[in-house]
């Protein structure tokens, strides 16, 4: 049972426009998401995070949009570098009884192109 | 800033080997998490560690284990090696139970099983 999905395993933006990755969940009790970004042969690093409560927010060329209703969030970067190519995975963040969990989606690999 | 340490970077075993992965998490960082990633597929959560005890238990196969230290670090001890146990191992560490605002990932190491 897959709890995090992201449904396209890839995606390839030209230099300068806006890429979209979007990542839908089922659990509504997830109470924060966060945005992973990973190079090859590196660990995922954090990018940039979305509180339950809100529904965006902004961190330079990065936005995540956070839609509880239909359990989807997006993240929007703009514009959209080579340096930017790599695997982000949507990670929301389980919270039960003050332990945390965070679920990892498929990721979805960015190619920019120059 | 001193960041998640992980050894060996790369590891090649025969089948039925064992095999020791270490991690060296960021100092003050008391919770170590362990996630296995095999080709094309999402990071998947083992086990984790909360001041030297199991925290909480993913899917981790019998064959392997893992523990704490007194000093925080922690070992993966993969024994009975499979073909199937190739994949990308990472480690990561956050302050407190859980991780309020995620974890801090090593580069991981590469177990290649011949």
């Known amino acids: 049972d897959q709890q995090v999905k992201q449904n396209s395993p890839s995606l390839s933006v030209q230099e300068g426009r806006i890429s979209i990755l979007n990542c839908d969940y089922t659990?509504?009790?997830?109470?924060?998401f966060l945005w992973y970004k990973k190079y090859p042969a590196e660990g995922p690093t954090f990018l940039i995070s979305?509180?339950?409560?809100?529904d965006k927010n902004e961190d330079g060329r990065f936005t995540v949009f956070l839609n509880k209703s239909a359990k989807h969030l997006s993240l929007h970067i703009v514009p959209s570098q080579p340096g930017d190519s790599a695997v982000y995975f949507c990670?929301?963040?389980?919270?039960?009884?003050?332990?945390?969990?965070?679920?990892f989606g498929t990721g979805t690999r960015l190619k920019v192109l120059a | 800033a001193a960041g998640v340490i992980q050894s060996p970077r790369h590891l090649i075993k025969e089948k039925r080997e064992t095999a020791t992965l270490k991690c060296y998490p960021i100092?003050?960082?008391?919770?170590v998490y362990w996630y296995q990633q095999g080709p094309g597929q999402d990071p998947q959560f083992l086990i984790s560690?909360?001041?030297?005890?199991?925290?909480d238990k993913g899917s981790i196969p019998d064959r392997f284990s893992a523990q704490q230290f007194s000093d925080y670090h922690s070992e993966l001890n993969m024994s009975s090696l499979e073909l199937g146990d190739s994949a990308l191992y990472f480690c990561?560490?956050?302050?407190?139970?859980?991780?309020?605002?995620?974890?801090?990932f090593g580069s991981g190491t590469r177990l290649t099983v011949v």
């Open positions: 979305i509180s339950s409560i809100k």
């Open positions: 990670a929301p963040r389980q919270n039960r009884r003050g332990t945390y969990k965070y679920i």
């Open positions: 990561a560490s956050s302050l407190g139970r859980g991780g309020r605002y995620g974890y801090t």
């Open positions: 100092p003050r960082h008391d919770t």
């Open positions: 659990n509504s009790m997830f109470d924060y």
């Open positions: 560690f909360y001041e030297k005890m199991q925290s």
